[in-house]
């Protein structure tokens, strides 16, 4: 009885460690661009179809995706089109209300040019709805404009003050 006690003991021990993150940071690494990410973020796929570069934690409810786009590809694009895209493809689905834009500003970053948008939507249905905190980060250099979009629930906003902008602060074009 004793054994299946410790047994039991160990069990719950290792499943509460396992469940830990640590806030180290990693440096993820494209053919064109680098992001520091907290180790708690995983590759993820079914995200979205527009890039390979997806990221997330169901549990912490914190997810990104960076999409890179040749600017050759599409002469005309520019970062206000780029982001009204992005806009309109969240507010697309009948489970997003409420979006709204708190605050849109320039940044000149690591050599590039762009401009961060923050916003927020009120997202789901009549059992569960959640206010979830949009940062929609767009730079360009010569050749491609790159497009960050991080989301989490509003109401962790402050447990993750530090984080968001450490992630799209760490964004460097390769060359």
């Not at 089109?81 to 507010?91: A, E, G, M, P, Y």
């Not at 050749?143 to 629930?153: A, I, S």
Request: proline share 3%; net charge negative.
């Amino acid at each position: 009885m004793k054994f299946i006690k410790n047994i039991v003991v160990l069990f719950f021990v290792l499943t509460i460690t396992s469940c830990s993150y640590t806030e180290e940071f990693r440096t993820l690494k494209s053919g064109t661009f680098s992001l520091d990410m907290p180790d708690y973020l995983d590759k993820m796929e079914g995200i979205t179809e527009t890039t390979p570069h997806q990221f997330g934690n169901m549990f912490r409810n914190f997810y990104i995706i960076v999409e890179e786009i040749n600017k050759s590809d599409d002469p005309n694009l520019t970062i206000t089109k780029q982001q009204l895209s992005s806009v309109d493809f969240l507010t697309s689905p009948p489970t997003v209300n409420d979006f709204e834009i708190l605050e849109s500003k320039g940044i000149n970053q690591n050599g590039l040019s762009g401009t961060l948008l923050i916003a927020e939507a009120v997202v789901g249905d009549e059992a569960i709805n959640e206010v979830i905190l949009y940062r929609m980060l767009t730079l360009e250099n010569e050749e491609k404009m790159y497009h960050l979009v991080l989301w989490t629930w509003k109401k962790w906003e402050e447990k993750y003050q530090e984080v968001i902008p450490k992630i799209l602060e760490s964004f460097k074009a390769e060359a």
